[in-house]
């Protein structure tokens, strides 16, 4: 869907390999942090979504890598959504889900690489099976655990 915010190659405007400042610039709005240390990894998060970011922006290495939907009811590239099961997913991407064992939890990470792209689409689901979270970026931060580690 040309139409959708959430993609494989970036998120609205913003494309994955963009500078700080150009990510800045393409979202639009105003975007709050900032690198500890030069090329440190950080998150970029809207203002308007402060006190709980629905939508966060990872920078790694002084470019735009990865973008993370911790809640909420965007649709992710290819139709999965919070709240789906692991059943609908491998449905949904067929042929294409790669999945490995959640690391703090009884649940899966459920990853769909797409290689035009050079990124990967990863869903975290938990112990009954149903999508907490996911994210797009490219290799490695977008199989960080942690955010940025």
């Known amino acids: 869907d ?6 494989l190659d970036g998120y609205g405007d913003l494309r994955f390999g963009m500078a700080p400042e150009q990510a800045r610039q393409a979202w639009g709005g105003e975007l709050k942090g900032a690198a500890n240390e030069p090329g440190g990894c950080y998150y ?7 006190d709980r970011p629905q939508l966060t922006f990872m920078i790694a290495d ?37 999945v490995q064992p959640h690391k703090y939890t009884d649940g899966h990470y459920l990853r769909i690489a797409d290689a035009a792209a050079g990124t990967a689409l990863l869903f975290e689901t938990d112990a009954d099976g149903k999508v907490t979270r996911w994210r797009v970026g490219t290799p490695p931060q977008v199989d960080y655990v942690e955010g940025c580690s």
């Open 2 to 7: 040309p139409d959708a915010l959430a993609r």
């Open 44 to 50: 970029l998060v809207p203002v308007r979504s402060q």
């Open 62 to 98: 002084g470019k735009f890598v990865r973008y993370d939907v911790p809640f909420g009811t965007e649709t992710a590239p290819g139709g999965g959504r919070i709240g789906m099961t692991e059943q609908q997913l491998r449905q949904l991407y067929a042929g294409r889900v790669e």
